[in-house]
């Protein structure tokens, strides 16, 4: 965004005198006939114009005649370039003032304007103004990366376009932004990257942040992005955010630790023997930790979640009634849509009833089932609650594409693994 529109690149004024006299050898001598054209020029950068002012003043003799401004970027402009071109009828001893702009100028260029005047068809030219055109710096805004939950390095990037440009980074807890942060003065022609870290900030809040870059030729404002600080951290350091519905307080990803919040860590079975094996457990999806577990978390085993120490501190694995109380709370059993996430990003289609209006954002990690292996991923979300029904099953809720239910409380062995969500003390 451009939020100065002008500026002037280079005014200059000049007043010409032009005397004109007849071509004719054979006529007797006649007295010059003489006038003052004064040209003005500004450029405005964010525009791409060059607008100019003729002031034109009769001082003896002269009743009409033609006036303009040819524009090149050649030293010598014609009137065969960009020209503007005013006939003037009647003159009086009394200043006439034209106006033109020449539009769609090449950033970073030099232009020539030359002035001519016209009588009976004589062309005369007169002085020559420079015009060198600049541009704006080119601001950037990029995602925040490294956020913590009072930490987040903000990015962009910025190409002062051959300009003494200062940088800084807007940021406010509204898109109003209001605060800044001074990165540096840039020179040169090129892409920079440009980063600032932002210390303090509050777990759980929004904040808005831009890049703002400025130099002589106007200021430039990058697009405004978004920090959503999360509020919760797990034992291995990864963040989440949290949600309240009704009288809950969700995290709003899936866990993704591998440690237990007292430091032990969780067992990584990736061969066959997971499917024998009768204590805690974890893996990724595919065992491809690389691609899912930013997005999908881990999938757990219920021996895992059994043991009570999944969750980070202050939070716990739901039960069966507290999985209920949310059924219940969102409308019972249609109410999988409020729980998807909405679109096509994450979830196949149809993804039926997809709206998130819960918040709780449920995403598509699939599973690692006794049946059929890693499957359903971008199909299903299954989340683990941590009461057992027998000694060899246990309490899993779950969302599909495929229709819009919500499929509370359903009975799995507990060797399957299946994400986990978190809900607060």
């Known amino acids: 965004m451009k939020t100065r529109a002008y500026f002037v690149a280079m005014i200059s004024v000049f007043a010409l005198m032009f005397m004109l006299s007849s071509c004719n050898p054979h006529d007797n001598p006649k007295p010059v006939l003489t006038g003052t054209m004064s040209t003005a020029a500004t450029y405005a950068a964010v525009a791409h114009s060059l607008s100019v002012e003729l002031t034109i003043a009769q001082t003896a003799g002269l009743k009409s005649a033609s006036f303009g401004v040819c524009l090149s970027k050649n030293p010598l402009p014609t009137v065969s370039d960009n020209n503007y071109e005013t006939e003037i009828l009647n003159m009086t001893s009394q200043s006439v003032v034209r106006d033109h702009v020449f539009d769609n100028l090449d950033d970073n260029s030099t232009y020539y304007l030359r002035s001519f005047v016209r009588v009976n068809g004589e062309l005369n030219y007169l002085g ?29 990037t910025v ?3 051959n300009l003494s440009t200062t940088v800084t980074f807007e940021y406010g807890e509204t898109t109003s932004l209001g605060q800044s942060i001074p990165v540096g003065t840039y020179t040169g022609a090129t892409v920079t990257p440009v980063t600032i870290k932002l210390n303090s900030l509050t777990p759980g809040k929004t904040y808005y942040f831009a890049l703002k870059a400025n130099n002589q030729a106007g200021t430039t404002m990058g697009s405004v992005m978004k920090i959503w600080m ?15 519905i009704g009288t809950q307080t969700w995290l709003l990803e899936n866990l993704n630790v591998t440690h237990y919040n007292d430091g032990t860590a969780i067992p990584n079975v990736t061969d066959a023997s997971w499917k024998t094996i009768t204590t805690p457990n974890y893996s990724y999806y595919n065992n491809d930790k690389a691609t899912y577990a930013s997005t999908y978390g881990a999938l757990y085993n219920q021996y895992a979640v059994a043991t009570g120490k999944l969750a980070p501190v202050g939070y716990h694995v739901p039960t ?4 209920d109380a949310l059924f219940n709370y969102l409308g019972g059993s249609t109410c999988g849509g409020a729980l998807k996430e909405a679109g096509y990003t994450h979830w196949a289609a149809p993804n039926v009833g997809a709206t998130n209006s819960s918040g709780f954002t449920a995403l598509p990690a699939g599973l690692h089932g006794l ?12 989340f683990w609650a941590i009461d057992q029904r027998t000694s060899t099953d246990a309490w899993a809720s779950y969302v599909e594409s495929s229709h819009g239910n919500f499929m509370s409380n359903y009975s799995f062995f507990k060797q399957n693994q299946f994400s986990v969500r978190c809900l607060k003390n």
């Open 128 to 156: 020559v103004i420079t015009i060198t055109t600049t541009a704006p710096a080119d601001a950037i805004t990029l995602d925040a990366t490294s956020i913590t939950t009072t930490d987040a390095v903000l990015n962009g």
């Open 230 to 244: 999360p509020s919760v951290k797990d034992y291995d350091g990864n963040y989440y955010h949290t949600i309240v």
């Open 159 to 161: 190409n002062p376009n």
């Open 371 to 382: 049946t059929n292996d890693f499957t359903d991923i971008n199909i299903s979300a299954i």
């Open 320 to 323: 069966s009634a507290e999985w």
